[in-house]
């Protein structure tokens, strides 16, 4: 059951309105440490939404949301931001080398990184030392995405966001992002919030699953919940009906 984990995050009664439109309804739910929670549902449900209001890009207008039992609204954005990071479907990258791009987080901080340190975020994301100094406009989509993750450990973030980072990639980058994003949660006990449309993949990588549909969290369960549900909106959902 998921209330045997302690939650790396955790939403309580939180709403979120903008422009009179309710985006996100009274969710109240914890994403378990250490684990990979994927996050499902029709487009438009307020997935993206949700996972903005992880790390404070977004703040709710109702509820309170906890960083391992410390509110949200309680942490200086910077550190909030240092432990929950995310990794965004079209990989930004700025200008320049690899290096240059694994080095962003601390260069915002006032800091260096160490290229010995850019050499072992190269090797977790499973690219080598020869990528360091290319330039990112020479690497492909699945290299541009390692890098992007690689990034976004550099700050050793304790949680990991994931906003559909499979969607643009061929077959074989898909899997061997999965693969990587398997290998990160475990290595590091990253508790990880995957968004994906992917059914399968949702399935295939999941401790853990919600179901959100028109700004309501539908139902949260272990990874078997899209193969047992026996809600009628999530078996809706799961047979098309619900895109």
């Not at 709403?15 to 990979?36: A, Q, R, V, W």
């Not at 993949?201 to 539908?218: F, H, K, P, T």
Request: charged content about 20%.
């Amino acid at each position: 059951m998921m209330s045997a984990y302690k939650p790396a995050l955790h939403f309580n009664h939180v709403s979120y309105t903008i422009h009179d439109n309710s985006i996100l309804k009274d969710i109240t739910g914890s994403f378990p440490m250490g684990k990979i929670t994927t996050l499902v549902g029709p487009s438009g449900a307020g997935k993206t939404t949700l996972l903005k209001l992880c790390n404070g890009l977004l703040s709710p207008n109702e509820g309170e949301i906890y960083v391992e039992d410390q509110p949200i609204k309680d942490m200086d954005p910077n550190r909030l931001r240092r432990h929950v990071g995310i990794v965004l479907q079209n990989s930004p990258m700025i200008k320049g080398t690899v290096y240059d791009n694994l080095a962003l987080p601390l260069h915002l901080q006032g800091l260096d990184l160490p290229r010995e340190i850019a050499i072992e975020l190269l090797e977790s994301v499973g690219l080598g030392l020869q990528f360091l100094d290319f330039n990112v406009n020479d690497l492909s989509g699945g290299q541009r995405q390692k890098v992007s993750i690689g990034r976004t450990l550099a700050n050793q973030s304790g949680v990991l966001l994931l906003d559909e980072i499979t969607s643009a990639l061929d077959r074989v980058s898909l899997q061997e992002i999965e693969v990587l994003i398997r290998r990160i949660q475990q290595e590091r006990d990253v508790s990880i919030i995957w968004i994906t449309h992917n059914l399968e993949q949702a399935m295939r990588m999941a401790d853990y699953v919600w179901v959100l549909m028109d700004g309501n969290l539908i139902e949260a369960g272990n990874a078997n919940l899209l193969k047992t549900s026996k809600n009628v909106k999530v078996q809706g959902f799961l047979k098309g009906e619900g895109n």
